[in-house]
């Protein structure tokens, strides 16, 4: 990247006009008043806006021809903490333990693993299109947010660079390999950079392949690019971090935005979350209860004191998966046909997706039985997506029980499904993968 | 049922001790005190509680045990106009309009038409197993719910008696013909008393297949029965029959609880409903949106004024459908030959629900060209459930727009599967069928 960091044109004319450089706390005033500090931008942004991020983590773009004045509040200095930083990253010089800054001298800071899966918060915008395509590597997301060397030291590694809608159960069994060889190292925690499409199903296969891990994991996304305006990227990660390095739990979650409020981010269990909304920041929500922490907007991390999570003392990797499972919604005019098309490509358990309390129509009775009697494991969540499947209390749902279907409780159908595959790949029959479905490995009920 | 109307054991024991009688506004002091009217049992109830009616139209059941004292408060006495519907409910005489209340005479008061089908609001609960049958006629229900006396008068018809998972799409076209055949006649609006599990596709449907119906249609379920405490029958059904009276608008509503507040209920337009939660009383919701209109605690009708609904003046009976449509749940695993396989069966459109805005991994690239080959409809949606598809953002977006897969939007999965299985019936060939999955034809959009 150039030394202007991205900006050009009329952006790179008017930070010469007014003297300023990324990294400057500034103040500018145009339809409103705006204080933060400028960002840079990547190569193919514009040349019609700045930059800036606010005190809330924040990033806002504002049109160069709306603004009036321009005023610095302060000029950025590289501090000796992050040249140090800085030239470990380049390669200069070697990584070991640095001091925090001013005079708070400490040779065992904290230390955070950052692994890069691909995804949005490494992504940027191509402001011509206005679509986003994967660029940026873990060391860029490190240098657009230098508020993280405040909080710890960070390793970074790339271990692929995928959209999640393209990760597959291979990708999982990878992560989970990559984890699994560092139950001993010296990190405080781990941050995962993911695609939020699918992060609950990571989420949900971390937490069942690793129960135990000795140190927390937190999987972090962004729902907007992390050089856009409105990122939640840096937010985020700045939240996860803190987490990590203060929160003394163990266990995977799943860190993005709270809700609608910039300013609190949310602590979710991996195996209890899902993503809710296309677009907003806050999409992803702890279904049927509140998340496992909160990150304030002064970065305090408050316990949701009325749940307990992960209670699972000891590190019992099971690092194995069997996809032959399938996802059923059930719904008015299904064909039960399809079910023993299931049966005969091989298929060895089908997660419903069933109608209210967990039912489906009784025209699937018989291919149910069928199923049952080709010895699939067949279990029961609901489409509602929220709540619990409760299958005594009317007619359908006790046939269904009496058809040999087994209710999942409260368990989501995404987290119900991963846990199948991974359940299927870890017994050797029937009766043993039916009780990894009912115990609760990972505060999946 | 008996004379003392399901009360037996030691619950009639008290009901002498007090000398009161169904129907009776009581005041009943226990751990706190109760005001309300005592009601009716079923036969399979227990002898250890009294139910009474809250003013709010709540049901509470009240411990034999704990009861310390009761006052009368007023007696049960039939009106002449009870007497009269009561009458005519047996057969004795004819229907015809009758007189309100209290001096206010008039020969032409509202007529309603309630429909059963069956499901929870039809059904009562077996107090020895907790199980809930359909048992309830429309009649009953009526009996059951005094107030609706108050509102309209009522017909009654039971068109079939089933829960709503055992709805197939049949079912829709019998009570979409009988509408049809009501289009002309005299009913300010109908009502259509329907199990929960399916309600919202059932809604969909009729939007679709009864386009620009000239009077109002609400489909009103419960999801506790109406024999049991905290029912939420009787509050809906009221609820309903206000709105049909009042509201002086047309088209497909759902009737149900607005949420955890006991009082107050949400008229759902009934392409934008879900249901969202398996057991609570406000598990429905309109997705992205508020309800379309609200019946407050003092059955007062506010219209939701952000949005117009139904525009579509001329009604337009389309009452045909074809179920050669799946949905796919897109997941990290799904197998391609899946698709391959419905391909085979003779699938003639899929909706997909993809992940995040729209998306499936690349491994099913090949097999939805194979499909677009094949001439099938292929359309995407959001298993987030909430917001709105955008396939133009993320390159795998693109891609699949390039594939020929069409975004639906903000429709939800599930009105999006009916809209494609009502559209396939109504469409001679590919193109048509596009351009009515894309047309709003009942604020599906």
């Known amino acids: 990247m150039s030394e202007e960091q991205g900006y050009s044109g009329n952006a790179l004319d008017c930070l010469k006009k007014y003297n300023i450089k990324v990294g400057d706390s500034i103040k500018i005033t145009a339809d409103l008043t705006y204080s933060g500090i400028l960002m840079p931008r990547y190569e193919s942004g514009d040349d019609k806006h700045l930059v800036i991020k606010l005190g809330s983590g924040y990033n806002v773009g504002i049109a160069i021809d709306e603004i009036q004045e321009i005023q610095v509040v302060s000029n950025y200095e590289v501090t000796p903490d992050e040249a140090h930083r800085l030239k470990i990253q380049k390669g200069?010089?070697?990584?070991?333990?640095?001091?925090?800054?001013?005079?708070?001298?400490?040779?065992?800071?904290?230390?955070?693993?950052?692994?890069?899966?691909?995804?949005?918060?490494?992504?940027?915008?191509?402001?011509?299109?206005?679509?986003?395509?994967?660029?940026?590597?873990?060391?860029?997301?490190?240098?657009?947010?230098?508020?993280?060397?405040?909080i710890a030291n960070f390793d970074m590694e790339v271990l692929f660079?995928?959209?999640?809608?393209?990760?597959?159960?291979?990708?999982?069994?990878?992560?989970?390999?990559?984890?699994?060889?560092?139950?001993?190292?010296?990190?405080?925690?781990?941050?995962?950079?993911?695609?939020?499409?699918?992060?609950?199903?990571?989420?949900?296969?971390?937490s069942f392949a690793l129960a135990g891990f000795p140190i927390p994991v937190v999987i972090v996304g962004s729902q907007r690019s992390s050089d856009r305006p409105s990122s939640d990227a840096a937010i985020n990660l700045i939240a996860a971090s803190k987490f990590l390095v203060e929160s003394n739990t163990k266990g995977v979650f799943l860190v993005m935005h709270h809700n609608d409020n910039d300013q609190t981010v949310a602590c979710h269990v991996g195996t209890r979350v899902r993503?809710?909304?296309?677009?907003?920041?806050?999409?992803?929500?702890?279904?049927?209860?509140?998340?496992?922490?909160?990150?304030?907007?002064?970065?305090?991390?408050?316990?949701?004191?009325?749940?307990?999570?992960?209670?699972?003392?000891?590190?019992?990797?099971?690092?194995?998966?069997?996809?032959?499972?399938?996802?059923?919604?059930?719904?008015?005019?299904?064909?039960?046909?399809?079910?023993?098309?299931?049966?005969?490509?091989?298929?060895?358990?089908?997660?419903?997706?069933?109608?209210?309390?967990?039912h489906v129509g009784r025209t699937m009775y018989d291919v149910i039985k069928n199923a049952k009697e080709n010895d699939l494991f067949l279990g029961m969540t609901s489409q509602c997506i929220d709540g619990r499947v409760r299958m005594t209390v009317y007619e359908s749902g006790r046939d269904l029980l009496d058809l040999g279907i087994t209710p999942l409780e409260n368990m989501t159908p995404e987290t119900s499904l991963v846990k199948a595959m991974w359940a299927l790949g870890n017994s050797k029959d029937a009766d043993e993968m039916k009780s990894l479905m009912l115990k609760n490995i990972a505060s999946e009920f």
Chains 1, 2 share one sequence.
Request: charged content about 25%; glycine content about 8%.
């Open 92 to 150: 200069l010089i070697q990584d070991k333990p640095i001091g925090m800054k001013s005079g708070n001298v400490s040779f065992d800071r904290d230390k955070i693993l950052l692994l890069s899966t691909g995804g949005t918060i490494a992504s940027k915008i191509d402001y011509r299109t206005g679509a986003v395509t994967p660029a940026l590597t873990a060391d860029d997301l490190y240098e657009a947010v230098h508020e993280l060397s405040d």
């Open 275 to 358: 993503k809710n909304h296309t677009s907003k920041r806050g999409a992803f929500e702890t279904m049927g209860g509140d998340p496992a922490f909160i990150v304030t907007p002064t970065l305090e991390i408050q316990k949701n004191i009325q749940d307990d999570f992960f209670k699972d003392e000891k590190y019992n990797p099971r690092i194995r998966i069997d996809t032959k499972v399938s996802l059923v919604k059930y719904h008015p005019g299904y064909d039960p046909q399809l079910i023993e098309n299931l049966i005969q490509t091989g298929c060895k358990a089908i997660i419903f997706e069933g109608t209210g309390l967990g």
């Open 161 to 206: 660079s995928e959209y999640s809608e393209n990760l597959q159960p291979d990708h999982w069994i990878q992560i989970a390999e990559k984890l699994d060889s560092l139950a001993n190292s010296n990190y405080k925690g781990i941050i995962i950079a993911h695609g939020t499409d699918t992060m609950h199903y990571t989420s949900s296969f971390l």
